[in-house]
């Protein structure tokens, strides 16, 4: 069988004469068959995978074991994580990926290739991860941290830290999760990293500053090299989040005059689609400070916008921080009003913009108080602060270094 027609229109027959043919190729061990038949597996998984044929593939994964063992344990792992990959990568996996992942192991155990079984258990801690499963990630991320620092396996290392420090984000562990990240990107320093897996810690990276300092300028453009990575390795869901997530530093840091010069760039010119065309109609409501355009854009791309976490959290924010410099500028000429005037003014609901109020009051970020009675919002004009108050405190803390000097001299004239 030819490798090229296998590949062209697989059937099902072309699947069982492939099996057939590493079956009688097990005998021979010459390279170039290996070569060959290494070449077609991979050409035939790549085809079911574009044909989203999960089925087909993962049988592909369980009935190539037994041919492993004319290859050498290097061979034989690379093929089957690469074959693997391919499977999780699939949409229609999605609800088996794991049971094949664990069964893989299960396999990888029993014939001792304990390489292999590590590959494919980072590979499963990344599963946990995209299944929500944090606590099983973390404890997994654990144990094999502490096997492969004994090996010293360096690639490795860097995929499961970097798992680790997007769990600990996800579950809010912000410090762990920055701890995760420097150490992964220490290890990657001291071995070639593949364009995917920096771009991968880049991602990561942006995300943690955006989260942490609200450091939208350091975020973009780890970002912006993240979308390069992917872009060069032909990632296209992934270059379009990292897409969405520049927009998003650009929204959030008050630059929304720039998205347009962003979009139109070479690079980026040819994503498009509904999650930039999302990003977009938030782009214009948050440059008209318009927070009923901003909840008709949650309304309508609500599928684009609730699949990604991040960009729900600082959407949160921004329509947060909208609403505050909505408020600001409608109470500016009152002393006294009735929060029923202001969600009047605003069209919101009366106990929203109540709770709302109350946060800022809370924040500092508003002087006055909500009256219960009349349901109304008393406003006081700032008042300076008195600095007798603070002199003094400065004054006595400056003594207090005296009289300790005078102290330490007397104790040394005894």
């Given at each position: ?59 592909l994964v ?30 229609s996996a ?245 929060i029923s ?74």
């Amino acid at each position: 069988m030819a490798g090229a027609a296998c590949v062209a229109q697989p059937t099902n027959n072309d699947l069982q004469q492939l099996y057939h043919d590493l079956n009688s190729a097990k005998e021979r061990s010459d390279q170039e068959t290996i070569r060959k038949n290494e070449a077609k597996i991979i050409e035939l998984g790549e085809w079911l995978q574009k044909q989203g044929n999960a089925k087909e593939l993962g049988e592909l994964v369980k009935n190539v074991r037994p041919y492993l063992g004319s290859l050498s344990k290097a061979k034989a792992a690379r093929l089957v994580r690469t074959l693997v990959d391919l499977f999780l990568d699939m949409d229609s996996a999605i609800g088996v990926e794991v049971d094949l992942c664990k069964e893989c192991i299960q396999w990888a155990m029993e014939e001792k290739r304990t390489y292999l079984r590590q590959a494919l258990e980072a590979r499963l801690m990344a599963l946990y991860f995209d299944t929500n499963n944090y606590k099983e990630c973390l404890t997994l991320g654990q144990r094999l941290y502490s096997e492969l620092k004994k090996l010293d396996d360096k690639a490795l290392l860097v995929e499961i830290q970097l798992t680790e420090s997007k769990a600990y984000h996800s579950i809010g562990n912000l410090q762990n999760s920055r701890a995760a990240l420097t150490s992964a990107r220490t290890t990657a320093n001291a071995i070639y990293c593949p364009p995917r897996t920096q771009a991968n810690l880049d991602m990561q990276a942006g995300i943690l500053h955006a989260a942490e300092n609200k450091d939208w300028k350091t975020a973009f453009s780890y970002f912006y090299e993240a979308f390069e990575g992917f872009d060069s390795c032909d990632l296209k869901k992934k270059a379009v989040q990292n897409l969405r997530y520049m927009i998003m530093c650009k929204i959030m840091n008050n630059k929304e005059e720039e998205v347009s010069n962003l979009l139109t760039a070479k690079l980026a010119f040819k994503y498009k689609g509904p999650e930039i065309d999302a990003m977009k109609e938030i782009c214009q409501a948050s440059a008209d400070r318009d927070v009923h355009k901003l909840e008709a854009a949650f309304v309508k791309y609500q599928p684009q916008l609730s699949d990604d976490t991040v960009v729900q959290e600082h959407l949160v924010s921004l329509k947060s921080n909208l609403l505050e410099k909505n408020l600001m500028r409608l109470i500016e000429p009152y002393s006294r009003v009735e929060i029923s005037k202001i969600a009047k003014l605003i069209d919101l609901d009366e106990l929203e913009i109540e709770l709302k109020l109350s946060q800022m009051i809370l924040d500092k970020k508003l002087i006055g108080i909500l009256s219960q009675e009349d349901r109304a919002l008393q406003i006081f004009e700032p008042s300076e602060s008195d600095k007798v108050y603070e002199d003094s405190l400065e004054m006595i803390g400056a003594l207090e270094d005296v009289v300790a000097s005078l102290y330490k001299k007397a104790e040394k004239l005894k």
